[in-house]
């Protein structure tokens, strides 16, 4: 099993990333796929998600209107578009998988997620 994060950088405030997620070794299309961070000396957060089929996605209220997740299933691959830029946006992503269904009314916890890739750098800096 491997989740591979890339697109990761240094940008500046206001500035615009695209982070991909890739995936093997495990039935994609069949697991929710969740982006996470973590900024130095801070708890790793989940910041989006995503379902299976791609018809469900989720937002942390401080990424809603700048972050945008999609997934390729035919590519295993999931993305995420990361717009407008802030310097607390700065942190560790990390991409994980879930076999527990995303849902409407339900977003797996950080537990849930049983694969994890390596973690890509974002920093935004002046």
């Known amino acids: 099993v491997q989740l591979v994060e890339s697109g990761g950088g240094l940008v500046q405030p206001g500035g615009s990333l695209r982070l991909s997620c890739a995936a093997s070794?495990?039935?994609?299309?069949?697991?929710?796929i969740g982006w996470f961070r973590q900024a130095p000396g801070k708890e790793r957060e989940v910041v989006s998600c995503?379902?299976?089929?791609?018809?469900?996605?989720y937002y942390q209220d401080s990424v809603k209107g700048r972050f945008t997740i999609s997934r390729d299933n035919a590519k295993n691959t999931v993305y995420l578009q990361i717009d407008s830029l802030k310097f607390e946006d700065t942190a560790v992503y990390y991409c994980?998988?879930?076999?527990?269904?995303?849902?409407?009314?339900?977003?797996?916890?950080?537990?849930?997620?049983?694969?994890w890739g390596q973690g890509t750098q974002v920093s935004v800096s002046s």
């Open positions: 994980a998988a879930s076999p527990v269904s995303v849902e409407s009314w339900y977003i797996p916890g950080i537990k849930e997620y049983i694969y």
């Open positions: 995503i379902s299976s089929s791609g018809g469900i996605t």
């Open positions: 070794g495990f039935p994609f299309d069949h697991y929710g």
